[in-house]
């Protein structure tokens, strides 16, 4: 099946035009970031977590959970004492507050278990903090099959 010359060409006129806005709207994604949605994930390039392993970090406070999705879904619902770290502010402003601490594991998720936004909030993580965090495996609709505990609203500022 041929692509006719006409559908290549606006395509990549639509691509330039949208990079070139993106470029020059100061709050648009950096393009170093915006790469990593369009490239595939790398095998073995993150740790992945269990659910059930997630859990007893969970019931433990030994870990701390980032949901990615977008604060509207993160208000519904999310992993008890997670910290919303939706992906589109973090592909614009890779850097994660200064609150979170530091010396437990970092667990990122999103609700589907292959979600790129997840994986591009890693990779942001790990360019930015110079730390890896891992990946919860199944992500959050997993977490949601196995009726794992969630909880709505934002987490207590004391619980962190």
């Known amino acids: 099946m041929r692509i006719p010359l006409r ?3 606006i395509g990549m006129l639509a691509l330039a035009t949208g990079m070139t806005v993106n ?7 950096h393009p ?3 790469m990593i949605l369009f490239s595939r994930p790398e095998k073995g390039s993150f740790a992945v977590i269990s659910q059930d392993s997630a859990l007893v970090l969970m019931f ?16 519904i619902d999310h992993i008890p004492n997670a910290l919303s770290v939706p992906y589109t502010k973090m592909l614009r402003q890779p850097s994660v507050p200064s609150h979170i601490p530091r010396d437990y594991p970092w667990i990122v998720y999103d609700l589907h278990p292959q979600s790129k ?9 790990e360019s930015s903090e110079k730390k890896q965090p891992a990946l919860l495996d199944g992500g959050y ?3 949601l099959e196995k009726y794992f505990p969630v909880e709505e609203g934002a987490p207590e500022p004391d619980s962190l």
């Open 117 to 125: 936004f997840a994986l591009a909030v890693a990779r942001a993580i």
């Open 60 to 75: 433990e406070n030994e870990a701390v959970f980032l949901d990615v999705r977008s604060e509207k879904q993160f208000q």
């Open 7 to 9: 559908i290549v060409i």
């Open 141 to 143: 609709a997993a977490w």
């Open 23 to 29: 470029l020059v709207y100061s709050g648009g994604i």
């Open 32 to 34: 170093r970031q915006l």
